[in-house]
């Protein structure tokens, strides 16, 4: 079977955190969407996903499987039954039925089917993916299925965040073999058996591991250093250390450094919160630098839903807790702080002036004291980046810069408008 993980257009109502990455590698729970879709199907794989992207997923993801453009269909002419899977799905393996046709939750395709003998036929005049389904869904029909969960705003990744990790959790427990915690000083409060820690993991003295509300999983070359508490459910990635504070329900991707307290947030990896502060139901994207005593505000002051921007818009998420999204490449001062429902746009540059910086800051600003500096290259934010990517041992490839430039000449109006925005509320 081939099986094609695709993006749709509500990939823009994900933004930022999808601006410079496909949709499918945002991180909920323990893994990344398309980690929980191939953990659950088996096949030949393809990856689709916007033109702009393609260089930088075929870096990463090409080890995985093929990678083309959306209106590459040509791929899916394989002689194989066909698996199209919306890339936003928080894949359940109890809702997938190989029946023809496309499965439809709530008003969203999740997946289609089409057998090997129907493929031509489907593909005939299409031009994209979304075409495929469009065909698919006239020809083939099309079912519904109750509880599938799909990602349509960034809110939606810290929502299902917990639910996701504990099903994460209970998937890598049977993955590899893991050991007990154990050794002088480390104390476990609830089961044993739900701490599982990799055979290269270190942990100090002076930690508590506390399953008590769910499982922990310490992975692969991780560190926890003294006077740490961990509080499950949490997972605690690869080559990532916790460098003292309370880390509760919360998801660490690979090579963070992270201390402090930190609450139901999600890690996308390589990012450091080392210093004291509090991140909470939050989602922080890579290579993101939090200054000394960096803290989100998740809780309004009225207990009310908190508002977020997305696509443009100030919406209203529904949630009571809710903290800070900040993209890639994104570092802030000492003593920042952010309101409930922030959102800090890739490659961005903040400096406090004692005020909670604006609800929404576009991708690759430099926001200093309360002003924007509209005249920094974004070789320079290059050039930051590669800095900080080298202290842990990686660089940044061509394609990469190739798609930083292109997005920085992109966003150029947008970063115009909130400076013009700016000017009329110091003035107006």
């Given at each position: 079977m081939l099986v094609a993980v695709y993006e749709d257009d509500s990939e823009k109502f994900?933004?930022?955190?999808?601006?410079?990455?496909?949709?499918?590698?945002?991180?909920?729970?323990?893994?990344?969407?398309?980690?929980?879709?191939?953990?659950?199907?088996?096949?030949?794989?393809?990856?689709?996903?916007?033109?702009?992207?393609?260089?930088?997923?075929?870096?990463?993801?090409?080890?995985?499987?093929?990678?083309?453009?959306?209106?590459?269909?040509?791929?899916?002419?394989?002689?194989e039954d066909l698996l199209l899977v919306n890339g936003r799905w928080l894949f359940d393996q109890n809702l997938l039925k190989l029946e023809d046709g496309v499965a439809i939750g709530d008003v969203e395709p999740v997946y289609a089917f089409i057998r090997k003998n129907d493929i031509k036929r489907i593909l005939?005049?299409?031009?994209?993916?979304?075409?495929?389904l469009e065909r698919a869904e006239r020809e083939l029909g099309a079912h519904g299925i109750e509880g599938a969960r799909l990602v349509k705003y960034p809110w939606?990744?810290?929502?299902?965040?917990?639910?996701?990790?504990?099903?994460?959790?209970?998937?890598?427990?049977?993955?590899?073999?893991?050991?007990?915690?154990?050794?002088?000083?480390?104390?476990?409060?609830?089961?044993?058996?739900?701490?599982?820690v990799s055979g290269s993991a270190k942990i100090y003295p002076c930690v508590v591991l506390d399953s008590t509300s769910g499982p922990i999983i310490i992975d692969d070359d991780a560190v926890i250093f003294p006077h740490s508490y961990i509080v499950g459910p949490c997972y605690i990635g690869r080559g990532s250390w916790i460098v003292g504070g309370r880390i509760t329900s919360s998801?660490?991707?690979?090579?963070?450094?992270?201390?402090?307290?930190?609450?139901?947030?999600?890690?996308?990896g390589f990012s450091n919160?080392?210093?004291?502060?509090?991140?909470?139901?939050?989602?922080?994207?890579?290579?993101?630098?939090?200054?000394?005593?960096?803290?989100?505000?998740?809780l309004?002051?009225?207990?009310?839903?908190?508002?977020?921007?997305?696509?443009?818009?100030?919406m209203d998420t529904g949630m009571i807790k809710l903290g800070a999204f900040i993209g890639d490449h994104t570092k802030t001062g000492i003593g920042s702080l952010l309101s409930t429902g922030s959102m800090i746009g890739i490659m961005c540059n903040l400096v406090t002036s004692g005020e909670p910086y604006p609800k929404y800051v576009p991708p690759f600003t430099w926001y200093v004291k309360g002003r924007v500096w509209d005249w920094v290259d974004v070789n320079r934010m290059?050039?930051?980046?590669?800095?900080?990517?080298?202290?842990?041992?990686?660089?940044?490839?061509?394609?990469?810069?190739?798609?930083?430039?292109r997005l920085y000449e992109e966003t150029i109006e947008e970063r115009r408008r909130f400076l013009e925005n700016l000017l009329v509320g110091r003035h107006g």
């Open positions: 994900l933004r930022p955190l999808t601006l410079a990455r496909p949709v499918y590698t945002l991180r909920c729970g323990a893994s990344m969407l398309y980690e929980k879709i191939l953990s659950g199907v088996e096949g030949h794989i393809v990856f689709y996903v916007r033109s702009m992207l393609l260089d930088v997923a075929r870096e990463r993801l090409g080890g995985i499987g093929e990678v083309h453009a959306l209106d590459d269909v040509k791929a899916l002419m394989r002689g005939i005049g299409c031009r994209n993916v979304g075409d495929v939606d990744l810290v929502r299902y965040h917990r639910l996701e990790l504990e099903r994460d959790l209970e998937r890598l427990r049977w993955l590899k073999p893991w050991v007990r915690p154990g050794g002088e000083g480390i104390y476990v409060v609830g089961d044993r058996e739900d701490v599982m998801s660490l991707g690979p090579v963070c450094r992270v201390g402090g307290e930190v609450e139901e947030t999600i890690f996308q919160k080392y210093h004291a502060g509090f991140v909470g139901h939050s989602y922080i994207g890579e290579w993101v630098n939090l200054g000394a005593l960096t803290t989100t505000s998740d309004k002051n009225d207990y009310g839903p908190v508002r977020a921007p997305a696509a443009g818009k100030l290059i050039e930051a980046a590669e800095r900080m990517m080298a202290r842990r041992g990686y660089g940044m490839s061509e394609a990469e810069k190739k798609l930083y430039r």
